[in-house]
């Protein structure tokens, strides 16, 4: 087995690890009880439900995208989808950061969420920008290499 092919191995194997996380908490998001909502946010909010149930949304349509994005070949795509998802989950680690040291309570969960996020900003990271960005192997027609400097 080439390192190509390990690599894409490897990339398939972390798309369905956050494809699977993805569908479940966006599930678990979209289903969550008002119960929840007054639990994790001191009380009910109907705002706050509305927004979990958005990003749950979300969540749900990244799990989606990344369950079909294991048969895709293009290395450009692969790579422009590692780029954008290390980028999501850096922003949004970086997002509840703020909100574990603005919140004079801060929450365990949080801690969670940001440990989740950093983890897999990294990886999605280092198939996109290791050795040098070759872990994603792009294969390019002569005739196809000059419309993708534009």
Known sequence: MTDHQKSRKQLNKLFVLDATASLFLGGMALLAPHSFVAAISGGYNHNTHEALRLYGCLRVAVGWILFNARSVDDGKFRRSLCEALCVCYMLQSLAVLRAQFTDRSG?????????FFITFGYMYGRFRFGKNGALIKIYELPSTAARSLR
């Open 107 to 115: 929450h365990w969960m949080n801690w969670l969420a940001i440990a």
